[in-house]
């Protein structure tokens, strides 16, 4: 009985270190940006690789259920202290894009402005309770920030 409970305290507290991105989410405003920003930052750090790649898809299918769980926890829809969906969605806008400054600031104030918007299917994947719908909208920002910066790319041939 006590391991049980034991086991569900620190499974509660790791669901909460991984929604909040080790309690970033915390921060009494603009929680959505600072995630998107810790996107950037990791971003900085691994730059566009294979690992990278690998590390968005990993972060992303877990966002799901960390999501979910997360939002029984704060008994709220779409709690803002969780992050993990902007850092999500903004490392998804960041993929295969050219490690440049004017690239990963377009990214980040596209994925900015899109996740504000909710643009269609945004507005309708948001209304959906749990995992899906707090990540969702978000995995639709960084998709269409990601297909303008590479149309910005090769179809304009912006690049350096």
Do not use: W
Not at 6 to 17: A, Q, T, V
Not at 84 to 102: A, E, V
Not at 105 to 126: G, H, Q, S, W, Y
Not at 144 to 155: A, E, G, H, P
């Amino acid at each position: 009985m006590v391991e049980q409970k034991y086991n569900k305290n620190f499974l509660r507290k790791i669901c909460i270190s991984l929604a909040t991105l080790l309690g970033l989410g915390f921060v009494p405003f603009l929680g959505g940006t600072v995630g998107s920003l810790a996107g950037v930052l990791l971003f900085l750090v691994l730059g566009n690789t294979l690992f990278f790649f690998i590390t968005t898809i990993v972060i992303l299918l877990l966002s799901f259920p960390v999501s979910s769980f997360a939002e029984t926890i704060f008994q709220e829809k779409d709690a803002s202290e969780i992050i993990i969906d902007d850092f999500s969605g903004m490392l998804i806008s960041l993929l295969f894009i050219p490690h440049q400054p004017k690239f990963i600031t377009l990214a980040f104030i596209l994925f900015r402005m899109f996740d504000f918007l909710k643009v269609f299917p945004a507005n309708r994947i948001e209304k959906i309770r749990g995992g899906i719908g707090i990540v969702g909208d978000d995995v639709v920002a960084g998709i269409y920030t990601n297909l303008i910066l590479q149309f910005l790319r090769y179809i304009l041939k912006i690049s350096s």
